[in-house]
């Protein structure tokens, strides 16, 4: 699941292309030393994930097609405004644009930089196939990612890593350069820069892949609190039955993947892929709120 979604798949995108460049220049090899290198791989690394985390919102609306709510053209549009509004007040939050997208899945997800500037937004399918008690949870569910500020702590996560992900991929291509340049008293050449700037590259793959590994299990977490609020916001009951009626969808997932990560329901990938899901098996979702607890 979270592919490597649109937060993470843009702000590592972000990191490579700034990190390559600053390759070829040479930037941070022998310049000052450990610790410029150090500042240079937090300012490469936490532009992605910055970058990320401030065009969330837009990204998500344009990635699934969603219609943001202005004016309610009907009844069950009215309900969803005032629903949102409601818990959104409860929440301590400002009011979340609301918007419906069109799918037969039964899913939903929130952005957004800040909790007074987020947006939620409910698939056709969901509103299609749930009651409204069930409804009202999955938004409690979304609004409480919201109130928790999982995107933004997510993203501080996510530069964290892609610091140490840039600052590792030059220590160590510095070394396999410098190794293969042993005995050349001609000094750095275009044949040097250009093995720097691929084992910088492949690093920064590897790396970024088990960086990945960190972010999905945080966010595996972030969803057993998130399903806390939503039982707070709504009903425990309506939250369980919300997540049983999720975990008894047979269609085939559609969230596109730019999204996937911040969607209520998940694939279910078995093995190593587990590592990679950002959301735990309904069954323990579902256990955790029977038991009271907010993690697992």
Request: charged share 15%; hydrophobic share 50%.
């Amino acid at each position: 699941m979270m592919r490597i979604a649109l937060f993470i798949a843009t702000n590592l995108a972000v990191m490579l292309v700034v990190g390559v460049v600053a390759s070829v220049f040479g930037l941070g090899r022998g310049q000052g030393g450990i610790g410029g290198l150090l500042v240079l791989s937090a300012v490469i690394g936490m532009t992605g994930a910055m970058f990320s985390l401030f065009i969330s919102k837009w990204a998500a609306k344009r990635s699934v097609g969603a219609q943001v709510i202005e004016q309610p053209r009907n009844e069950a549009e009215a309900w969803l405004l005032s629903t949102v509004r409601r818990q959104a007040d409860k929440a301590g939050i400002g009011m979340p644009e609301v918007a419906v997208f069109d799918s037969p899945e039964m899913n939903a997800f929130a952005t957004g930089w800040n909790r007074n500037n987020a947006l939620v937004a409910v698939s056709t399918g969901l509103l299609r196939q749930m009651n409204r008690d069930e409804v009202e949870a999955v938004l409690g569910h979304e609004v409480s990612h919201v109130a928790n500020g999982d995107m933004v702590t997510m993203s501080l996560l996510q530069g964290v890593l892609n610091t140490f992900v840039v600052f590792f991929s030059s220590i160590v291509a510095n070394i396999v350069s410098s190794f293969l340049r042993r005995g050349d008293d001609d000094g750095p050449g275009l044949l040097d820069g250009l093995v720097h700037t691929v084992v910088y590259i492949v690093l920064q793959l590897l790396f970024g892949l088990l960086a990945s590994i960190i972010v999905m299990w945080f966010s595996r977490r972030r969803e057993f609190r998130a399903d806390h609020g939503g039982a707070t916001l709504a009903s425990r009951q309506s939250m369980i039955n919300a997540l049983r009626r999720l975990g008894g969808d047979r269609s085939d997932a559609t969230l596109p993947e730019a999204v996937e990560a911040f969607g209520i329901a998940s694939g279910k990938p078995v093995g190593l892929k587990r590592l990679f899901m950002s959301h735990p098996p309904i069954a323990d979702r579902i256990a955790a709120l029977e038991s009271g607890r907010q993690n697992a």
